[in-house]
């Protein structure tokens, strides 16, 4: 049934103007009518849908314009494709029937000039050449003689064709065909440089393109078959491998009718011979066996001996030789095929098996026959046939199952589509990637993926890049079937003919959703480190301008009589130590502050923080502890412990400050099996006690949780957070070695932090000792400090307890002053950042010649990157640490347990 025309753009627009116009008019005017309105009312109404008519009128109208340019671009498309594949067909069938006709020629006559004749013609008139010729090469003059010809004759004439390599004439196709033994292709005779001889003689023919097979036939005859074409890149692989095909029965041909010449005096064997011949003719040169079924004796062709490497003393010329040499797994099928030819089962004898070459190695055989004799009861008597060497193709096609299997368990999705876009074949790994199976997608385009996040101008790009003919590659986003969105870098690919033309597209799909969450959160990671870094930086400063101040309030207090000046001198010490704490926060988020770590008991540290928690919430806040009985100890700082879930549970309080809710307070057992990633970088796997604050508030938004454990990010008001809270709690956690997690919905928040199990066999540390005060008796002492004011404060508190005492500027003054006093001096007190020499260069140099001499290091940086542990081993001196600002108690205690006699 013929399918209704389209209707132009014009007409489907009037239609639609006069329908929609009719149905305004008709509309108002039944309603005036019926309710008795006002007329001229419905005159403005009428007026205002014709102008809304007239717009979506013309925006229809274009949109139909484009609709039908687009589908008229498209069949314009598939019918240049069409007919490519057409032309491309129509070749090869022309060839084919070149062929046929080749070999009827052949199968017809005696006279090889004949049979030259009719090849020639057969390739004018059939395959579409414009001239074809044969010519012989004459020994004497080194000259190629055209003697057989068809199509455009005069372009021969007067024509020098030579094979001598000093002659220019030898450069052409026919000649080096002769001198290189295979076949030449000009693809453009034009803009070859070898064919200048002949640019204007094939210009004024028309010829662009040329190719010459070589013919060397029995005896040591040779020559050539010369074709030319008007269009430029004819001869393709497959018409190439054709005419090679022709070449060759041409070749046998001539050999064919030379063995009909010389045997024609005897009938008997002038008869068997041609019957050979012609199967060899019609089996394009492949070898060639004749099976006498009475006797079993074979008659192997060279051809088929050279093919499988054996002599013919190798044979002795029966149909056991063919048995024996059959690969055993073959054998049977093939006994079963000829079996059931010979019963006049099958029309044709046809069977692929593999025959054992000399070398041990199999070939795949095309193995053919016909029967050409029958006895007196129409018993079969003799078959003909040939074998064919299909080992090549064999090859392809496992190399293709291969490609097929490969494609199949590819975990990478694998989409081909047409060069419409519309899809022929998916992989079962692109089912797993989208949800959609083969057959929901087959047919479609590949748009059902589209995620809504990409415009048009982006799809636009790529389709310009992909049928340009150039690959296209890219990050894009999708949705499956289920409609979750995911993230894949995709390639297409074009695929081309030989022409160049595109017949398809190729889609390789990888899902890279987790790879880009994890950069995502490795960059936000390292964002908070550079931060961390800059924090660091501005606390050591701060440190020492606030290591000053409370160092001169211990002064002034000691000097200060008047009452009123110690409340003065308190409210500073205040201000400066609340700034100190502000500080500390800062290096806490920074480096992690390392303080001093003891074995812990989770079970003692929540029932600590849920007695602080429970004097400070609010009463309508219910707090929950949930501790396992078989939690191990965790070795960590009481007091930053202690900071780091007070500062999630007062974030959950505020969480849940609207009304109520239920404080959570947990800690168990966690065993990681494998490493996964978290906002404190990759854990590990091992063994971890999971400290859990969950809340009952409505959650985290996304860009909100993004953001969390930035350094003075908050949500809170203005004067209600400083922004330190998290990122504090974050540094604690990683000075622990721990990690921490988040999970967030619409009915809480939890905050997990992961920390290293200790083994069993731990226990408490020990407490610390009571130390007694501090006594110079005259003792003297290094100091070494850039900070002026921190060095003269530190002079002044340790001299008032008796000390004496030297000051350097620098490492190099303090490594100066060190080896000049080295006999008289008790102890170093060494800052570690320090121009010219750092302090740790210092200490390095201090254990090399005074391995016993006792060191007391300070920094705004606390722990500044030093394992004290390495400096303190049994035959060096003590080693202890003071982190500004210090006041001067803490100075004077950390110089007594230096100074203190050691046990043993």
Request: charged content about 20%; overall charge negative.
């Amino acid at each position: 049934m013929a399918q209704p025309k389209l209707s132009t753009p014009a007409q489907l627009t009037a239609v639609y103007a006069i329908l929609s116009m009719a149905w305004i008019v008709g509309s108002d005017a039944i309603v005036t009518a019926r309710h008795g309105g006002d007329w001229d009312a419905m005159a403005m109404n009428t007026a205002k849908g014709a102008l809304y008519v007239a717009v979506t009128a013309a925006a229809l109208y274009l949109l139909a314009r484009r609709l039908v340019s687009a589908t008229n671009q498209m069949q314009a498309e598939l019918l240049v494709e069409r007919s490519t594949a057409n032309e491309r067909l129509a070749r090869l069938n022309r060839i084919y029937a070149t062929l046929t006709r080749a070999n009827q020629a052949a199968l017809n006559t005696n006279d090889p000039a004949q049979l030259c004749r009719e090849i020639c013609h057969a390739l004018v008139d059939h395959a579409g050449m414009k001239l074809a010729w044969i010519g012989w090469l004459d020994p004497a003059t080194q000259r190629i003689v055209p003697e057989e010809c068809a199509g455009q004759r005069d372009y021969l004439d007067g024509i020098v064709i030579s094979t001598d390599p000093a002659a220019p004439e030898s450069l052409g196709p026919s000649a080096r065909c002769l001198i290189n033994g295979h076949t030449i292709i000009c693809q453009d005779i034009a803009h070859t440089h070898e064919m200048q001889p002949w640019h204007t003689r094939a210009r004024r023919a028309g010829f662009r393109c040329s190719a010459a097979v070589p013919i060397v036939v029995a005896g040591g005859r040779r020559g050539s078959l010369a074709l030319y074409a008007e269009e430029p890149g004819y001869f393709t692989a497959e018409i190439t491998a054709l005419v090679e095909q022709l070449a060759r029965d041409l070749q046998h041909g001539l050999e064919v009718i030379a063995v009909r010449r010389e045997m024609q005096a005897q009938t008997e064997a002038l008869a068997l011979s041609e019957q050979r011949w012609q199967a060899a003719l019609e089996g394009a040169g492949d070898g060639v066996w004749d099976w006498n079924i009475e006797t079993g004796a074979v008659y192997f062709s060279p051809r088929l001996l050279e093919m499988l490497g054996y002599e013919r003393q190798d044979f002795q010329g029966h149909i056991s030789d063919w048995e024996q040499r059959v690969h055993p797994d073959d054998i049977g099928l093939a006994h079963h095929t000829l079996e059931r030819y010979l019963a006049g089962e099958l029309a044709d004898y046809a069977c692929e098996h593999r025959l054992r070459c000399k070398d041990g190695n199999y070939l795949w055989i095309l193995d053919r026959g016909k029967v050409v004799a029958r006895d007196a009861d129409g018993r079969p008597k003799r078959m003909i046939g040939t074998h064919a060497d299909i080992s090549a193709r064999k090859a392809a096609e496992r190399q293709l199952t291969l490609v097929q299997a490969a494609l199949q368990a590819t975990p990478t999705g694998i989409v081909i589509t047409d060069q419409a876009g519309r899809i022929e074949w998916v992989n079962p790994a692109f089912t797993v990637l989208t949800g959609y199976a083969a057959e929901e997608v087959i047919g479609q385009n590949p748009r059902v993926l589209r995620s809504g996040r990409h415009d048009a101008r982006f799809y636009d790009r790529m389709w310009r890049t992909i049928s340009g003919g150039e690959v296209w590659r890219g990050e894009i986003f999708n949705r499956r079937k289920d409609g979750a969105e995911y993230a894949e870098f995709m390639t297409i690919a074009p695929v081309r003919t030989g022409s160049g033309t595109i017949t398809h597209f190729v889609a390789i799909k990888q899902d890279v959703t987790e790879q880009r969450r994890l950069e995502h959160q490795l960059l936000r990671a390292q964002r908070l480190e550079g931060i961390g870094m800059l924090a660091s930086g501005i606390a050591h400063d701060l440190n020492n301008v606030l290591a000053p101040i409370l160092l001169s309030i211990e002064l002034l207090k000691m000097r200060a009589g008047d009452p009123g000046m110690h409340s003065s001198l308190a409210m500073i010490e205040s201000a400066a130590k609340r700034g100190a704490g502000i500080v500390r926060q800062v290096l806490t988020f920074a480096r992690g502050v390392d303080g001093e770590r003891m074995p812990l008991r989770p079970k003692d540290v929540i029932t600590e923080l849920n007695t602080i928690l429970s004097e400070t919430l609010p009463r309508q806040l219910e707090i929950v502890r949930q501790v396992a009985p078989d939690v191990p100890m965790v070795l960590g700082d009481p007091t930053q412990m202690h900071q780091m879930l007070l500062n999630l549970a007062i974030n959950a309080r505020d969480a849940m400050e609207a009304g109520g809710g239920r404080l959570t307070l947990a800690a168990a057992p966690v065993r990681i099996e494998q490493p996964r990633p978290t906002v404190a970088g990759l854990m590990p796997e091992g063994d971890y006690v999971a400290f859990r604050v969950q809340d009952t508030g409505g959650g985290i938004e996304p860009k909100v949780a993004e953001h969390l454990f930035e350094p003075f990010f908050t949500t809170k008001p203005r004067g209600k957070g400083t922004g330190l809270g998290l990122a504090t709690t974050l540094g604690i956690v990683r000075s622990h070695n721990g990690f921490i997690e988040m999970e967030t919905s619409s009915q809480g928040t939890t905050f997990s932090i992961y920390l290293p199990a200790l083994p069993a066999e731990r226990g408490d540390s020990n407490p610390p000792l009571e130390l007694p005060t501090l006594r110079g008796e005259g003792r003297l002492l290094l100091i070494c400090d850039d900070e002026q004011s921190i060095r003269e404060l530190t002079v002044a508190i340790f001299e008032s307890r008796g000390f004496r005492t030297i000051t350097a500027v620098d490492g190099i003054e303090s490594l100066r002053l060190f080896r000049e006093y080295r006999t008289e001096l008790t102890a170093l007190v060494l800052d570690l950042m320090m121009p010219g020499l750092t302090g740790q260069q210092v200490l390095v140099e201090v254990r090399r010649e005074a391995p016993q001499m006792p060191v007391l290091l300070s920094s705004g940086l606390m722990s500044e990157g030093i394992d004290l542990e390495q400096w303190q081993q049994p035959e060096a001196g003590p080693i202890g640490a003071v982190h500004k600002p210090y006041t001067a108690q803490a100075l004077l205690a950390a110089l007594e347990t230096l100074l203190a006699p050691r046990a043993g």
